[in-house]
């Protein structure tokens, strides 16, 4: 298919979206004639269902993409685009859903064009469960870019770039929303806390209603009415419950807890506290039931939680912004530095905010509460952004005096000098090879007699060791890890890629861990029609 002369892609099943089309139809028809002849009020609810699911199949089934000598061209339901080989930069793998369930992912195929913008083909798309098919035609796609397009696309096949969410060169616009909708809940609870402290003062400072009538207004002091409860209705699913009351006097049924639903028996007889219309409490010989106003405090503390919810796709947001000058489809470094952040940020600023919202310096122990807990937090961005901050591979450079370690621990020893045990480095070969079958190798042992091997364990020994022929192995490049790497492997590791004898393989480990087995290759050999990363000193 990668000699194709032309790609034509349609949708799959369209004989099936056609018939969804015309029960869409259907439906929205029928819902109107309802409307019409019935007078229904209810029938906008009947026909948007139908509606919708018509106008989705007909989206999908007039989907059309092809591909030809003269580029790409595209038709939706309301867009035709076509767009020259000389205007496209690359084509890349988009994955979505990446981040939600790694064995359903939705593929489809992003343009990059040379003024930097990107476009999502209608066509083609799959899941992982049919990814052949897609594989074949984005590797056609790929063919046809390179014999038509620009000089600098033709001849060797390029690496393929796959943009996921949790790489470089995908989009923030989720993040934002996201981060956008958690804000103004935030600032919404924070405009509410005015008139939740005005009705809890009132609440607190209302005094019963005089003996004689016409002296108070009976909505703004408590009344007491007796009541007799009729039954109760407990709802466990719902943590709630139900209280009825005989006659319906003074109301026919009040939303209580669960744990008030099972105290109340039917006939006990209860005294109802009224205030401004609210039953504020429920008194009775087993239980009393009193009823939670959101306050001043809970209300701040909503307003504090969302505001720390939104730090994290905030904080992805901010990743992104510090990798803008990194080539697409780098793995992104991971935000939980931050969520960790947050979460003990949580521990002291919810607490704080729901005992003393409006005064956290009023007492020394609040004041010292507050700095305690600011330092923390300021301690811990700290930290993040450190955690965070992306490295790229660089030189080897010589090696340090006797005694250093490295990331794991290991020590690092001089050109001769004797090392002083195995060490066991967590590392992975990304090709199924003789000394890594099956890809069953976790570590790769250093040191010792032994050469380097690949083991399936952390040590100690050599157990089911296969060792590394160092021998014909060629250093090419050192690159951070790329969506296209098996995602067995974390996002701050580095890759290796070495010539096995002309077969490419990959080694992935931590950048010190890397560093330490790459220092095994007789005299850091590198191809010299392709510089290294790592240079030797």
């Known amino acids: 298919m990668s000699d194709a002369r032309e790609v034509t892609c349609r949708p799959r099943w369209t004989g099936t979206l056609w018939i969804l089309v015309g029960l869409g139809a259907a439906g929205t028809a029928a819902a109107v004639a309802l409307r019409a002849y019935t007078g229904v009020h209810a029938w906008p609810a009947v026909g948007v269902l139908p509606a919708l699911t018509g106008l989705v199949a007909l989206w999908k089934c007039t989907a059309r993409l092809r591909a030809d000598a003269r580029g790409l061209h595209s038709r939706t339901l309301l867009r035709r685009r076509s767009v020259p080989w000389s205007e496209v930069a690359d084509l890349r793998l988009r994955l979505m859903y990446a981040q939600l369930h790694r064995s359903e992912e939705s593929r489809r195929v992003s343009v990059l064009l040379r003024d930097g913008r990107t476009w999502v083909l209608p066509l083609p798309r799959s899941w992982t469960s049919d990814a052949r098919e897609f594989d074949e035609t984005l590797e056609a796609l790929r063919a046809l870019h390179r014999r038509h397009g620009p000089p600098e696309a033709t001849g060797e096949p390029a690496h393929r770039t796959v943009i996921s969410a949790g790489t470089t060169g995908s989009g923030w616009t989720g993040s934002l929303l996201l981060c956008a909708l958690l804000l103004t809940g935030a600032g919404l609870s924070v405009w509410a806390i005015p008139a939740a402290g005005a009705y809890e003062r009132d609440w607190r400072a209302a005094v019963p209603c005089a ?26 699913n719902r943590k709630t419950g139900w209280l009825y009351f005989t006659g319906a006097r003074p109301l026919e049924r009040l939303a209580v807890s669960q744990e008030a639903a099972d105290a109340f028996r039917p006939g006990d007889r209860v005294r109802l506290t009224l205030w401004r219309g609210e039953v504020k409490a429920v008194a009775g010989d087993r239980h009393t039931w009193r009823d939670h106003t959101a306050g001043v405090g809970d209300l701040a503390m909503v307003a504090a939680g969302l505001t720390l919810v939104a730090g994290y796709p905030a904080a992805r ?5 510090r990798s803008r000058r990194r080539p697409d489809g780098e793995v992104l470094p991971s935000a939980l530095p931050f969520a960790a952040a947050l979460a003990v940020t949580a521990l002291w600023l919810l607490p704080l905010c729901y005992l003393h919202p409006t005064a956290p310096f009023a007492s020394p122990t609040t004041t010292t509460w507050t700095a305690l807990g600011t330092v923390t937090t300021l301690t811990l961005v700290v930290w993040a952004w450190r955690a965070t901050r992306i490295r790229p591979p660089g030189p080897l450079g010589p090696l340090g005096p006797p005694g250093e370690t490295g990331q794991t621990g290991e020590r690092l020893v001089r050109p001769g000098e004797p090392a002083e045990g195995e060490v066991f480095l967590p590392a992975r070969f990304l090709e199924a090879t003789a000394y890594n079958p099956h890809r069953f190798g976790t570590h790769v042992v250093v040191g010792g007699d032994g050469p380097p091997a690949v083991i399936p364990h952390s040590g100690p020994g050599r157990f089911a060791a296969r060792p590394v022929p160092v021998s014909r192995l060629t250093l090419q490049r050192v690159r951070r890890a790329r969506g296209d790497d098996p995602g067995v492997i974390p996002g701050d590791w580095h890759v290796a890629e070495l010539d096995d004898a002309g077969t490419p393989v990959r080694l992935a480990a931590a950048p010190a861990d890397l560093t330490r087995i790459l220092r095994e290759l007789p005299a850091r050999r590198t191809r010299p029609d392709q510089p290294s990363d790592l240079t030797a000193p």
């Open 211 to 236: 003996a004689e009538p016409g002296r108070q207004d009976p909505g703004d002091c408590p009344t007491v009415v007796p009541a007799v409860i009729r039954y109760t209705e407990p709802q466990p």
């Open 317 to 321: 947001m901010l990743l992104r912004v």
